[in-house]
């Protein structure tokens, strides 16, 4: 079996950072937070990297891509858009944006075969967490149709401003059981509140699991997702606003018994960006980290190398 390859989301519009968050040079040599997690996926074995991005952005992340990891890593892009949907389920005209992760994750399926990992642009994750997932995907027979390597609530925060989690509930050999999106998570007054899809206001203790877009997935898991896209077109395909992200789509299948997913807890510390004024605090870890051994100087010189 080939070793599998990762998927990373780089279409985001970045609204709240006010900059593209996928190709912000964070690093010494320019590196962005998507660079470290090419980084650490390619020393724990994945084999090539595929990037969604937005067709407006395509040229400026290949150049990106090219100048950081350069020849090293077999890499592939593919496009987000809002009119890549089934036949039948025209976008609306006053729709800007596409759909969320999990229409994401669909247009790259065509470039990916059997197990792969899928994480996003702009979180860190730390070398360990690709190390767990590799693992996992690399079995034979793969453990379970999914994975996710999950993070404690509290260690996911942003400085200023709200943010978006899936709060997990397991069960058994932390085999996940629902996973819940919860929007505008921020401390407030010592305590940590979000908002649920309908609105209501929930408040969380800070040790909860959540995930951070890091999965590794089988075919069956997409297959799914894909019938799953087109039901919810169905509903929601006028709507200008709603998204079909991933952790929606895994929760639903997990609760229908349709999947397993296995969560592996991340033993490093994440960290990314959110809002504008996480950007020195991301510069200032990513030095330490370096400082530190844990990522080498230039990555550009790493690359070349050989990871």
Same mark, same amino acid.
């Given at each position: 079996?080939?070793?599998?390859?990762?998927?990373?989301?780089?279409?985001?519009?970045?609204?709240?950072?006010?900059?593209?968050?996928?190709?912000?040079?964070? =690093? &010494?040599?320019?590196?962005?937070?998507?660079?470290?997690?090419?980084?650490?996926?390619?020393?724990?074995? %994945?084999?090539?990297? @595929?990037?969604? @991005? /937005?067709?407006?952005? !395509?040229?400026?992340?290949?150049?990106?891509?090219?100048?950081?990891?350069?020849?090293?890593?077999?890499?592939?892009?593919?496009?987000?858009?809002? *009119?890549?949907?089934?036949?039948?389920?025209?976008?609306?005209?006053?729709?800007?944006?596409?759909?969320?992760?999990?229409?994401?994750?669909?247009?790259?399926?065509?470039?990916?075969?059997?197990?792969?990992?899928?994480?996003?642009?702009?979180?860190?994750?730390?070398?360990?967490? %690709?190390? #767990?997932?590799?693992?996992?995907?690399?079995?034979?027979?793969?453990?379970?149709?999914?994975?996710?390597?999950?993070?404690?609530?509290? !260690?996911?925060?942003?400085?200023?401003?709200?943010?978006?989690?899936?709060?997990?509930?397991? =069960?058994?050999?932390?085999?996940? #059981?629902?996973?819940?999106?919860?929007?505008?998570?921020?401390?407030?007054?010592?305590? +940590?509140?979000?908002?649920?899809?309908?609105?209501?206001?929930?408040?969380?203790?800070?040790?909860?699991?959540?995930?951070?877009?890091?999965?590794?997935?089988?075919?069956? @898991? @997409?297959?799914?997702?894909?019938?799953? %896209?087109?039901? %919810?077109? =169905?509903?929601?395909?006028? *709507?200008?606003?709603?998204?079909?992200?991933?952790?929606?789509? +895994?929760?639903? #299948?997990?609760?229908?018994?349709?999947?397993?997913?296995?969560?592996? #807890?991340?033993?490093?510390?994440?960290?990314?960006?959110?809002?504008?004024?996480? /950007?020195?605090?991301?510069?200032?870890?990513?030095?330490?980290? +370096?400082?530190?051994? /844990?990522? &080498?100087?230039?990555?550009?010189?790493?690359?070349?190398?050989?990871?």
């Amino acid at each position: 079996m080939s070793a599998p390859p990762l998927v990373v989301l780089a279409a985001g519009l970045s609204t709240r950072y006010g900059r593209l968050k996928q190709l912000d040079p964070l =690093g &010494p040599a320019g590196e962005s937070i998507m660079d470290y997690n090419v980084f650490d996926a390619a020393r724990a074995g %994945f084999s090539r990297v @595929v990037f969604v @991005v /937005r067709p407006e952005i !395509d040229a400026l992340v290949r150049e990106h891509v090219a100048s950081i990891v350069g020849e090293r890593l077999p890499v592939s892009f593919v496009h987000q858009t809002l *009119d890549q949907v089934p036949e039948g389920f025209p976008p609306p005209p006053e729709r800007a944006r596409p759909w969320g992760t999990g229409q994401a994750v669909l247009c790259a399926r065509d470039e990916v075969t059997g197990p792969f990992a899928v994480c996003n642009a702009d979180d860190l994750y730390g070398a360990d967490a %690709f190390r #767990q997932l590799f693992r996992h995907l690399n079995a034979e027979p793969c453990p379970t149709e999914a994975a996710m390597v999950g993070y404690r609530l509290a !260690d996911t925060l942003s400085g200023e401003g709200g943010v978006a989690r899936g709060i997990c509930v397991m =069960g058994k050999d932390r085999l996940l #059981q629902r996973m819940t999106e919860v929007r505008e998570i921020r401390r407030v007054e010592g305590w +940590i509140e979000g908002s649920e899809p309908d609105g209501e206001i929930v408040e969380l203790e800070g040790n909860e699991t959540v995930s951070m877009n890091l999965w590794g997935f089988t075919s069956p @898991v @997409v297959d799914l997702m894909g019938r799953q %896209f087109v039901r %919810f077109l =169905g509903r929601w395909g006028a *709507d200008t606003a709603a998204e079909f992200p991933l952790s929606t789509a +895994i929760s639903e #299948q997990v609760e229908l018994g349709a999947v397993r997913v296995a969560v592996l #807890q991340g033993r490093d510390d994440w960290f990314g960006v959110t809002h504008a004024s996480d /950007r020195e605090e991301a510069v200032a870890e990513l030095r330490a980290r +370096i400082d530190a051994g /844990r990522y &080498p100087e230039s990555l550009p010189e790493a690359f070349v190398r050989g990871v």
